[in-house]
């Protein structure tokens, strides 16, 4: 054979095996999706449930104690006014798209109103009067954790965001929600009592 033919040969058999390459990708399964970062998962959903339970009760049993407003020391109002703010700002921040101008107004808000209940929380000592109790701790976490969740978005680590995020929500709104009911103390004797 010649040295053209060769040649011939061989592009022709470089072409046809390119083209069975492309036919075998065409019909292989397509990968996986990538999870989508801005879409809610299970998990931001049931805490946004939660939340939203949470605000219920809350409210409930600001109704059922308007009686006792008059009684109720300033900086606990502060204390309700600012969790109420997160409370109603969950569910938004859980579920809607992530990442654009609205979400990262509405991360201000509610980042704003965590760290301001917590540092308000300091005045609140009707547990343990002229002390802190156990649930202050949570406080503290929360003045330390808001920074990182603001950095975190700032630098566009959402895996770090969304966890810390997570946490934030399970821990001081929910958890701490949890704990201003039982025990005798304000909202738990508006609602039950």
Do not use: C
């Not at 879409?39 to 409930?60: G, I, N, T, Y």
């Not at 343990?128 to 950095?151: A, E, K, R, Y």
């Amino acid at each position: 054979m010649t040295q053209k033919s060769t040649g011939f040969l061989e592009g022709a058999s470089k072409l046809m095996s390119a083209q069975a390459n492309t036919i075998e990708q065409a019909e292989a399964p397509a990968p996986p999706a990538r999870r989508n970062p801005q879409a809610p998962e299970a998990f931001d959903k049931l805490l946004a449930a939660a939340a939203l339970l949470l605000l219920a009760a809350v409210l409930a049993a600001l109704a059922r104690g308007f009686p006792e407003w008059g009684r109720v020391p300033t900086v606990v109002w502060a204390h309700i006014l600012t969790i109420l703010v997160a409370l109603v700002l969950t569910p938004f921040m859980l579920l809607r798209k992530r990442g654009d101008t609205p979400h990262r107004a509405l991360g201000w808000v509610w980042a704003s109103a965590l760290f301001l209940t917590a540092a308000i929380s300091f005045g609140v000592r009707q547990i343990n009067p002229g002390g802190f109790s156990f649930i202050h701790l949570l406080s503290l976490l929360t003045i330390v954790q808001v920074p990182l969740i603001v950095l975190y978005a700032r630098r566009h680590d959402w895996k770090r965001h969304r966890t810390a995020v997570r946490g934030m929500v399970t821990g001081a709104l929910l958890v701490a929600g949890f704990f201003t009911f039982p025990f005798g103390r304000l909202m738990g004797a508006w609602l039950f009592g």
